[in-house]
């Protein structure tokens, strides 16, 4: 038994000597479980993200003000009713409708004319639905849209409800008498009465709450909402295969990468580094020529993965504007993913010392970039951390290509910041590659 104990310690003696795989076993996990409880608990940023909402009104009458000043006050909601482009002028239908075809909303509300005319007309005649235009990439937003619209018109205007319904019934029951009048024009101020006082902060959470859990019951309503989706309606594909190719081709082209950079440790190890070095070759050109092949290497790895895609799965690849926003962003995310291997393989002293690292690093990005979970569903805090990943700005372009048919011109913030990653990284790795060059 003595010898076994001997073997115990001894493993936790060479644990604790290797800090790489200390953090694997120990930092990774808690990494991972910090994230997802930011993302999902209220921590940290804030529950899930607050949907954005463009909201056009074309009524202006009192039912559409109650309602949008409902929408307002709702803690799901962030309202866009000014143009972005004129913060002066108000938001149209055609505007409305471009900032979901440029990815700048997911949903966005339109209240026709005569809305405030024919609200709470129940009988199915001249009824005038809310327009709901939605991005259905985002599974979340138009759904939980539509399912709170129905509670807050309700609570919004109880009394033309009412007013209304007694309309419908003197017209379809016949008139009602003097004092079925009177007593209605003694209660309808009571009604607005109440209608006013549920609107405390308590009582508006609770209404929030219950509008929220009928969110995805998808029923009729009281008042009519027409979804209407804008860019799949002429589209012929899933919106999530575009996501998923390369979400999950940047994230394993960061490990292969890394692996395939390795190979410097591999031939420091083995003296090959230090003949190369010894020969005309100078670190320069030796870093240069692997980072053309892992450029090579990747982007072969990305094209295999959409071609697949596009095989299986129907993925529009093969049209023209896609084949060239497809070419470009992988010409730059593959360049980057190059440079990021270099580096981490300069960084590191050890073939396991990188492989340690590398999994934290990737893992970590990966997360936070997108590329495990649908980045529009984030808290907003979540959001903008993942900006300083290399994930969602390649992810963010390839979007743009399949799902928003965006022109290569319209990619300049991705191929900027990509390709602007990509010498950052090999300027670094030049730095410091320079530890080799005194062997």
Known sequence: MSRVGVVFRNGWRLLGRDRVALLVTFLLPILFFSIFVWMFSGQGGGGTSRIRLAVADEDG???????????????????????????????????????????????????????????????????????????????????????????????????????????????????????????????????????????????????????????????????????????????????????????????????????????????????????????????????????????ALGALQIVIMFVWGALVFGLELFTPTHLIGFSLMTAVTAAAAAGFGLVLAAACRTRAQLSGISTIIILGMSALGGSMFPRFLMPETMKTLGYLTFNAWALDGYQKVFWFDKGPLELWPQVTVLAALAVAFMASARLLARRWESL
């Open 61 to 295: 009458g009192v039912a559409s003000e109650r309602l949008l000043a409902e929408l307002a006050e709702d803690s799901s909601f962030r309202l866009l009713r000014a143009d972005p482009d004129r913060p002066d002028a108000p938001l149209t239908r055609d505007r409305a409708r471009a900032l979901i075809e440029d990815g700048e909303v997911s949903v966005a509300l339109v209240i026709p004319s005569g809305f405030s005319d024919r609200f709470g007309d129940l009988s199915g005649e001249d009824g005038a639905a809310l327009e709901l235009f939605a991005d259905t990439s985002d599974p979340i937003a138009p759904q939980m849209t539509r399912g709170v619209l129905q509670g807050l018109a309700m609570r919004s205007a109880p009394d033309l409800f009412l007013e209304r319904g007694m309309d419908q019934f003197e017209r379809f029951g016949g008139p009602m008498t003097a004092k079925q009048r009177e007593v209605l024009d003694q209660w309808l101020p009571q009604v607005r009465a109440d209608a006013a006082a549920d609107a405390t902060p308590e009582t508006k959470a609770e209404g929030d709450a219950s509008a929220e859990a009928r969110a995805g019951e998808g029923f009729g309503g009281v008042v009519q909402v027409e979804v209407i989706d804008v860019l799949g309606a002429e589209k012929d594909r899933s919106p999530v295969t575009a996501f998923y190719a390369a979400g999950t081709a940047v994230m394993f082209l960061l490990f292969s990468m890394t692996g395939a950079g390795g190979t410097l440790l591999e031939e420091q190890e083995s003296g090959v580094l230090e003949r190369l070095l010894g020969s005309r070759l100078t670190m320069t050109e030796l870093l240069l020529g692997k980072w053309l092949y892992l450029t």
